[in-house]
């Protein structure tokens, strides 16, 4: 196979390839990356704010259950009023007024804090969904615009794939399978053999392993270090 042809696909290739990389960099632009990201963080927030208020829901149930626990005992202890005989009957009585009264202030302190706590994330996830909302809009709008982009490029690319279909005809498809695979990861893939012995393209010293298979103008073999397509000019 002429490393010529090769080289005219690559050169038609670039084309194809700095469309795709504007394409690719308009997808990862970091304003929309951020909105993306704030998106994701701000859903995974929701359920913590349902877990949080569901469970404040329960300890303001444990309190209700409380104190009408306190209430009974209060009531049961005032069923007896009319046996009270004994001043230390009276002043059992007094004290467990106090401590009723002591538990109900502790009990109204807290169904305060929770309350609050409740409105506290009640308006927290509120302020959240509605940044949602907004962050929704925006990542529409960046999508209405990316399919946009999307669709701009494959116009561009179309004649550009259709003549590359072409030269590959007259190139060796194992070759066109190795160019494939090293150009999902860099571009561009053939690059000359120097004669110092270095690729050209990472600049590695790689004489000892690419110098026998290099032996004729148009050979071609790997570089051990970049994986890139070498070949002696």
């Known amino acids: ?79 007896n009023f009319d046996n009270f005989t004994a001043q230390e009957d009276f002043e059992q009585y007094q004290e467990m007024l ?34 949602i909302e907004n962050l929704q809009k925006q990542i529409t709008q960046y999508q209405q615009v990316l399919i946009g982009k999307q669709k701009e490029m494959m116009i561009k690319a179309k004649p550009i794939t259709d003549e590359l279909q072409k030269i590959a005809k007259g190139i060796d498809q194992e070759m066109l399978k190795k160019y494939a695979n090293c150009r999902k990861h860099r571009f561009p893939v053939l690059m000359p053999y120097t004669e110092e012995g270095n690729c050209s393209a990472c600049g590695m010293y790689v004489k000892i392993e690419v110098d026998k ?18 070949f002696k000019q």
């Open 1 to 79: 196979m002429s490393i010529a042809k090769m080289l005219e696909y690559q050169k038609l290739d670039r084309e194809l390839y700095l469309l795709q990389k504007d394409f690719y960099a308009f997808q990862k632009n970091e304003k929309f990356v951020y909105v993306q990201n704030t998106y994701k963080d701000k859903m995974k927030s929701l359920p913590e704010f349902n877990k949080e208020f569901d469970d404040l829901v329960s300890q303001l149930n444990e309190l209700v259950q409380k104190l009408e626990s306190l209430e009974k005992q209060k009531v049961d202890f005032e069923s």
């Open 98 to 131: 106090k401590s009723f009264e002591d538990q109900l202030n502790a009990i109204s302190r807290e169904t305060a804090r929770i309350s609050k706590k409740m409105t506290d994330i009640s308006y927290d996830n509120k302020r959240v969904l509605e940044q």
């Open 213 to 230: 298979h290099l032996s004729k103008p148009g050979d071609y073999t790997e570089c051990p270090h970049c994986r890139r397509i070498l």
